[in-house]
Every structure is written in structure tokens, then in C-alpha cells.
């Protein structure tokens, strides 16, 4: 070999495996399991990766025949006329948005707590233009027709925004939206022209838990993104669907926005297995999920939102514990826990032992507190700002 070009290999080359790697896989495995920050942080397990090796190697701009079986599969799930698969559900949604949208001015209204809202780094605002009108439900739970319909902008006035889109999210911070109310909102949105998405992230969740199939779920919307590495475990990916024209459309979208993927076989397997063997796990994550909630209310400690189906909001001051007291104690048990603040998160990798675990972490700092002379002021109120599931994380305060 050329000297000079060695000295270049010697440069480039590296080795991303540690000497312990299967090990070190395995700790991470078993952290993941007492982790309550997220259902993102799930792993891929060998027989998913078995699975998913055997998937075709072709590249997705082109044309890769996994990717493009996934692709309807998901479309035909969903009742849509086509799919198209994304990395993420910030980019499904967002890419959906900016194929809605056409010429501004336009305005897209949603929940003030939604992942487009809060999460997506003002996306609607920096890639469609779109000005964005947040609501609050008034019930405190989801959004209703009595709240979007005055927040509407019609007519030609030339000082205002109309309102061109509306985008819901179900589950949203773990809440399952009636399907009556989306339905309402769908009719009153058909009949006046305006265009409806919906993140579904976490759709799995409340079909798992309401019985209820995917497709008459998708069914009021025009756009629906459906995310595979949150509930379901796999590593990456989210589809959208729509009318064909549309997926069309988001394909053109995707590539401008440096999205176009290659060799997304073995993605579209991880999915593939995660549809078929940790869909039928959801059951059992709301059921520990339900569990987590019953003992926190068994101690005391205020429920914020209450587990409809893998997350719980807690407030710890009903025991006289602040959040930064449970993050450390968590963290310092012989096993350590993961606590966020507010929000717990059950994913199909928790394990019961955590649960329990983190329980009696609340007992004993409960004890401790009674036993230093704390008692419960009358007449708590259990709310954040209002809402009955905003994400608060839990910081020490300064020493």
C-alpha cells in the first residue's frame, strides 16, 4: 500500500466497540428497565435485530421492497391510500404540515401542550410559515369544538391569519382523546375547508387500550403520523399517511428536507417485528403503569393525570417531598432509578421490580417526613399551572 495513503487509513479507521461491550449492552439494557424518563429509550433486542438483518438491501430514494411492503402495510392499517416512511415523529409531523400548507398566510391551531407546540423547535413556524394559535382545554383533559371553533380564523380579512389546518395528538402526554369529540371537530373541519392532522405517536396506546382499530381511528383525518420508536420499541422511524397525493407530496418534502434514506431495510424490519411482537405488550404496560399510580395514591402523593395508558403525573408535596428529593434518592438506590420530575413513563422494557422499587422510595421519604414533624396542610390542591398533565422536571435548588 502507498505509504501516504496508509498514514490517511490509519487516520479514517476506527473501532466504536469497547473491549466489554456485551456487557456493558446488557447494564445499559437493565438501566433501561428501571428508567422512567421516556418510552424512547427502549433497545433493540437480539431477536429484533435477527429479524431485522434478513430485510431487503435496497436503497429508499430509489427503490427498497421492506421499506415499500412496510410503507402499505401501514397505508392499509390505517385506512390511508399511501405511506411514507420518515426518521422521526417530529419530522412525520412536520413534514406533514409543510405539505398542507401551501401558500401563506395560514394559521394552525392546536393544543398549547402538543408535541408540535412545545417539542418540534417552532418547526410549523421556521419550515411552513404557519402562524400558530394555542388553545387550552377548557375541560383540562382535550381539546373540544367549544374551544377550537371561536379561536377559528375565516373570512378575507386582510389583517388576519386564516386557519388553514388543525392538528390533535392522541395519546397526548399519555391521555387517550375521545373519539366522539374528534369526530365532531373532523365534521365542523370538512364543512369549512379546513385541513386535519393528527400526531399519533403513541396512536398504538389508545387502540391497545380502547379496543379500538388503527384505521377508524385515522379515519377523520387527512394526515396521520405514526411513530414506531416511542410505544413500540423500534429503533427509529414514523410513517405518515394520507391520500396518495399527498404522500406524493411529503416524498417531494422529504428529500428537500435531507430526509431521503438509503438502506432502510433493516429499519423498516426493526419496525416490522415491533408491529407484530410489542404491539401485543401495551396491555401489560398500562396495566404496571395503573399499578405505579395505585401505590403513589395508596402513600398520598397527589396524582396530576392518572395512568389512561403508559404515563402518570404525580405531585410529591401532598407528602411534604419535593421533586429533586425523589430524583436523588431514585438515582442513589443499591439499583438506580431514573425519575425525570413530574412525568413517569412505562414502556414495554420497565420492569415491575423498578416499579415497586420506586415505590418504596416514596414510602421511606414519606416516613421520613413524618417522622421530622411534617404534617399535610389542609385543604391541598393538587394542580400544575392549571393543567392536569404539564411536565414539570425536578431540579435541586441551589445550595
Known amino acids: 500500500m502507498d505509504p501516504k495513503f496508509e498514514e490517511i487509513v490509519k487516520q479514517v479507521k476506527v473501532d466504536l466497540l469497547t473491549p466489554t461491550q456485551e456487557a456493558d449492552n ?8 428501571r428508567s422512567f424518563i421516556s418510552d424512547t429509550i427502549t433497545v433493540p433486542t437480539k431477536e429484533m435485530y435477527q ?7 435496497g436503497d429508499d430514494v430509489y427503490h427498497d421492497a421492506s421499506t415499500i411492503a412496510l410503507e402499505a402495510h401501514i397505508a392499509q392499517l390505517a385506512g390511508k391510500e399511501a405511506a411514507l416512511f420518515v426518521t422521526s415523529g417530529t419530522m412525520g409531523n412536520q413534514i406533514s404540515i409543510r405539505t398542507h400548507l401551501q401558500q401563506p398566510p395560514y394559521s394552525v391551531i392546536c393544543d398549547v401542550r402538543s408535541h408540535t407546540n412545545v417539542y418540534e ?4 413556524a421556521f419550515f411552513s410559515g404557519a402562524y400558530t394559535i394555542t388553545l387550552t382545554p377548557s375541560n383540562g383533559h382535550h381539546l373540544t369544538l367549544k374551544d377550537i371553533k371561536p379561536k377559528v380564523v375565516s373570512g378575507s380579512d386582510i389583517h388576519s391569519a386564516p386557519t388553514r389546518l388543525i392538528t390533535l395528538e392522541n ?6 382523546f375521545p373519539q366522539s369529540d374528534i369526530l365532531e371537530i373532523s365534521e365542523y373541519a370538512r364543512a369549512n375547508g379546513i385541513l386535519l392532522h393528527l400526531d399519533g405517536a403513541r396512536l398504538w396506546h389508545a387502540a ?3 379496543r379500538t382499530p388503527i384505521n377508524e381511528l385515522c379515519a377523520p383525518f387527512d394526515s396521520v403520523s405514526l411513530c414506531f420508536s416511542k410505544g413500540l420499541g423500534s429503533p427509529v422511524g414514523t410513517c405518515i399517511v394520507g391520500s396518495k397525493a399527498f404522500i406524493d407530496k411529503a416524498r417531494w418534502f422529504r428529500k428537500m428536507f435531507g430526509a431521503g434514506m438509503r438502506q432502510t431495510g433493516i429499519l423498516a424490519g426493526s419496525v416490522a417485528y415491533a408491529l407484530t411482537h410489542n404491539f401485543p405488550l401495551l396491555p401489560g404496560v398500562h396495566a404496571l403503569a395503573r399499578r405505579l399510580q ?8 397527589g396524582i396530576l393525570s392518572p395512568a389512561e395508558t403508559c404515563m402518570v403525573f404525580y405531585d410529591p408535596s401532598t407528602i411534604g417531598v419535593e421533586y429533586w428529593e425523589v430524583v436523588e434518592r431514585a438515582a442513589a438506590h443499591p439499583k438506580p432509578l431514573t425519575i425525570p420530575g413530574s412525568r413517569l413513563v412505562v414502556h414495554i422494557q420497565t420492569s415491575p421490580e423498578a416499579v415497586e422499587d420506586l415505590l418504596s422510595i416514596f414510602r421511606v421519604l414519606k416516613e421520613e417526613k413524618v417522622r421530622a414533624g411534617w404534617t399535610p396542610p389542609e385543604g391541598i390542591v393538587e394542580k400544575v399551572d392549571g393543567l392536569k398533565n404539564v411536565y414539570v422536571r425536578a431540579s435541586r435548588p441551589p445550595a
Open 51 to 57: 429479524y431485522a438483518m434478513h430485510a431487503s438491501l
Open 121 to 124: 423547535a417552532g418547526g410549523a
Open 294 to 301: 395505585e401505590g403513589l395514591e395508596e402513600l398520598g402523593v
Open 208 to 210: 391497545a387500550e380502547t
Open 171 to 176: 395519546t397526548l402526554n399519555g391521555t387517550i
Open 26 to 33: 446488557v447494564k445499559l439494557a437493565e438501566q433501561v428497565s
